[in-house]
T-cell receptor, first 114, second 113 residues
């Protein structure tokens, strides 16, 4: 069983379109994250949810809207896609927000905007 | 907020040699320091971590050291093998900060056979 799974793995779309990425974890973790990895491999946090509650919202354009229907799922919807949105998006989870633990990452979604 | 600097950005070693990657952090409140390995086209995976109440931790060929006074920590890989080739990321976390980790910019390690 995959601990943190993301779909789709690849996403190619045109500028201006709207797309969603889904993430699910079966580890029973309370906290989930979205990270963006750009072409230089830098990993930057975008959002974090704890038990369905948004707890981190970094400086991300409001075209990006996360949604957590339950603590095992965290989805990312992107409106009006731009060329600069092309990147690999990683979902991750960790046991609790109160203490620090390492992340378990999903396999990533490579988004290409043309 | 926390800022993590990682050096070098690229590192090339011969198989069997040692590799050292260094990171510095800015916020003295940080107390958790994980290291991740990301192979080409794969997800980052946690390989070792250290908490601020410990100065050194070792797991087979991998070790991490932490100097809280100087606010730096290092990853040491001994007897490197070609399969150690990957991008390595350090990170630092401040307690009660929603579990958020701030990542360094990564080090691309190449082990030549």
């Amino acid at each position: 069983d995959t601990a943190v799974s993301q779909t789709p793995k690849y996403l190619v779309t045109q500028m201006g379109n709207d797309k969603s990425i889904k993430c699910e974890q079966n580890l029973g973790h309370d906290t989930m994250y979205w990270y963006k990895q750009d072409s230089k491999k830098f990993l930057k946090i975008m959002f974090s949810y704890n038990n369905k509650e948004l707890i981190i919202n970094e400086t991300v354009p409001n075209r990006f809207s996360p949604k957590s229907p339950d603590k095992a799922h965290l989805n990312l919807h992107i409106n009006s896609l731009e060329l600069g949105d092309s990147a690999v998006y990683f979902c991750a989870s960790s046991p609790r927000k109160e203490a620090n633990y390492g992340y378990t990452f999903g396999s990533g979604t490579r988004l290409t905007v043309v | 907020g926390e800022n993590v600097e990682q050096h070098p950005s690229t590192l090339s070693v011969q198989e069997g040699d040692s590799a050292v990657i260094k990171c510095t952090y800015s916020d003295s409140a940080s107390n958790y320091f994980p290291w991740y390995k990301q192979e080409l086209g794969k997800r980052p995976q946690l390989i070792i971590d250290i908490r601020s109440n410990v100065g050194e931790k070792k797991d087979q060929r991998i070790a991490v050291t932490l100097n809280k006074t100087a606010k730096h920590f290092s990853l040491h890989i001994t007897e490197t093998q070609p399969e150690d080739s990957a991008v390595y990321f350090c990170a630092a976390s401040i307690p009660f900060n929603a579990g958020k980790s701030t990542f360094g910019d990564g080090t691309t390690l190449t082990v030549k056979p």
